[in-house]
Structures are given as structure tokens and as C-alpha cells.
């Protein structure tokens, strides 16, 4: 039997004149989460410092959102763009892409490398372990928006949702396959599908499970590039897993007949996971307390 999502307000604390939403809150958790992991992670360095902690978090903060705004943008909303140039600022509703986000960390840390002269890599190395949690945060904020959820299944499991924000999706559905008024439920006046909550699922393997894997990893000297290659292979393996689980991107239809657009883009993370993973035992850089 499946339940209903809770439909909790986007809007987390009404001021008036301000409005504080809840997906601007899991940004907020975010960063204080990654800026305390990374303060943490200097502890046992001597390479990093907390002074230069705040540089590397306000740097992957700014990466992460106009990367990630634009990413989504530009990779799965393009045509609202067209449609309406301003849709790129309107933050507050949602859609945040992972990929375009990681582009722009990315460009970040290399400019914190070259700011304190330290190798790109030494730096994506160390900060890594501190991303996960954000990504934990930032699916949490898709589930509270009822956004990016996931496909429809015949599976008689309890964890099955409705989702309302899905009822012309739904709707459309059931039009087209009327086989699907089997599994339908009349919600508060709509026809609804079951849905894999599949949010709840990426939160689970790209935050919670990266996370403990790089940490765990990351705690003893690893050769440059080894931890940076955990980081794309088990995210890039998550992702590729978890699509199976997302309803795919309207507008956009399955490559293969099968593959989504967010499986595509996390295949060339796997394959650089791979490289840098040889990469790292070959070359043997340490760049803090090499293991004779």
C-alpha cells in the first residue's frame, strides 16, 4: 500500500516581506556541514589549514550554486530559458543539476590551487570526503519540494508514494495506457500513480553511502587522485543505479530505448574514476604522510 507524500510546505519560515525555504535551507546545511568536515579533516594535516577552510568552502559554495543552476539549465531545462531568460535566477522552486554543479567546484578548487600553489588534485583530494553530506541535503530538499521523483511500479511495497505535484504526468499516463487504472488512486481528487520515493534513494547511496566510503577511505594517506577517484566511482555508480529508479527528464527520451540523460552524464565520471584510480597507484604522490 502506498502513502501519500507529506506535501510539507516549501516555504520553511514566513518573515513577511522575506520567505525562507527549505530548499535554501539545505544549501545552508550543506556548507556549514562540509566548512565543519573539512576543519575536522585539518586536524591530522599539515597541508591544509582551518584559516584556508573558509576560502575552500566559499569557493565550492559559489562553484556549486551558479555551476549547478546553470548546469540545470542549460542540460534539462533549456527551453524554459528560451522561454523565459529570468527562469535562470528562480532558485527558490527548485532544479539544481549535480553534473553542472560539479563543473563548477571543479573550476573553484582550481582556482583555490592555483591561489595557494598546490596541485588541483591535492586539493579535490581533501575536500571530497566534505561533499556527499551536500548532496544528502540537497536530495532531502528535492523530496520536501515533491520534485524529481520517480517512476511509476507495479511492486505491492509499502515505501511506494503518490506524489500530487506528479497528477498531470499521471494523468497523461493513464491516458495513454489505460491498463495503468489498475494501480491508480484517487487522491484529494486526483489520479495518482505509486512512485518510487527516489529521492529518498539518492539521498541514501549519493550522500549517505559516499559519504562513510570516502571517509572511511580518506582517513589514512592515499596516493593523489585515489580519493578523487572513490568519490566518481561510487557516485557515478549511485547515480547510474538510482536513474533506474527516476522517472526520466520530460521532453527527453531514453537513449537505447533505456538509458536516462542523468545515466549518460555519469558515465564519463565512472570511466575518469577508473583512469584516476590507475593514475594514483602508478604515479604513488603523496601529498601528506606517505607510508613508507
Not at 539545505?26 to 556549514?32: I, K
Not at 557516485?235 to 522517472?247: A, D, P, V
Request: charged content about 15%; proline content about 5%.
Amino acid at each position: 500500500m502506498a502513502i501519500v507524500h507529506p506535501q510539507i510546505n516549501p516555504v520553511a519560515l514566513d518573515l513577511g516581506m522575506i520567505e525562507l525555504h527549505w530548499y535554501g535551507l539545505m544549501y545552508l546545511f550543506a556548507f556549514v556541514v562540509a566548512y565543519f568536515l573539512a576543519w575536522v579533516r585539518t586536524k591530522s594535516r599539515t597541508d591544509f589549514t582551518p584559516e584556508m577552510v573558509s576560502d575552500l568552502v566559499f569557493f565550492g559554495s559559489v562553484g556549486v550554486i551558479l555551476g549547478g543552476r546553470i548546469g540545470y539549465v542549460l542540460l534539462y531545462n533549456f527551453g524554459e530559458l528560451i522561454a523565459n531568460p529570468l527562469y535562470l535566477f528562480r532558485v527558490w522552486e527548485g532544479g539544481m543539476s549535480f553534473h553542472g554543479g560539479f563543473v563548477g567546484v571543479l573550476l573553484a578548487m582550481w582556482y583555490f590551487a592555483h591561489k595557494y600553489k598546490k596541485a588541483p588534485f591535492a586539493v579535490l583530494d581533501f575536500i571530497a570526503p566534505c561533499v556527499p553530506t551536500g548532496l544528502f541535503f540537497g536530495r532531502i530538499g528535492n523530496f520536501i519540494n515533491g520534485e524529481l521523483w520517480g517512476r511509476i511500479s507495479y511492486a505491492d511495497v509499502s515505501h511506494l508514494m503518490y506524489f500530487p505535484q506528479a497528477a498531470r504526468v499521471d494523468f497523461e499516463m493513464i491516458q495513454a495506457n489505460p491498463a495503468l487504472q489498475d494501480i491508480t488512486a484517487n487522491i484529494g481528487g486526483y489520479l495518482l500513480l505509486p512512485r518510487h520515493p527516489s529521492q529518498l534513494y539518492q539521498a541514501a547511496t549519493e550522500g549517505i553511502l559516499l559519504f562513510v566510503v570516502l571517509w572511511w577511505f580518506s582517513a589514512k594517506p592515499r596516493p593523489r587522485y585515489a580519493v578523487s577517484a572513490v568519490f566518481l566511482l561510487v557516485y557515478g555508480l549511485s547515480r547510474f543505479i538510482t536513474e533506474f529508479f527516476r522517472q526520466p527528464d520530460v521532453g527527453y527520451a531514453l537513449i537505447f530505448g533505456w538509458m536516462s540523460k542523468g545515466q549518460l552524464y555519469s558515465l564519463p565520471m565512472i570511466i575518469a574514476g577508473v583512469v584516476l584510480m590507475v593514475m594514483a597507484y602508478q604515479k604513488q604522490i603523496y601529498d601528506w604522510n606517505k607510508i613508507k
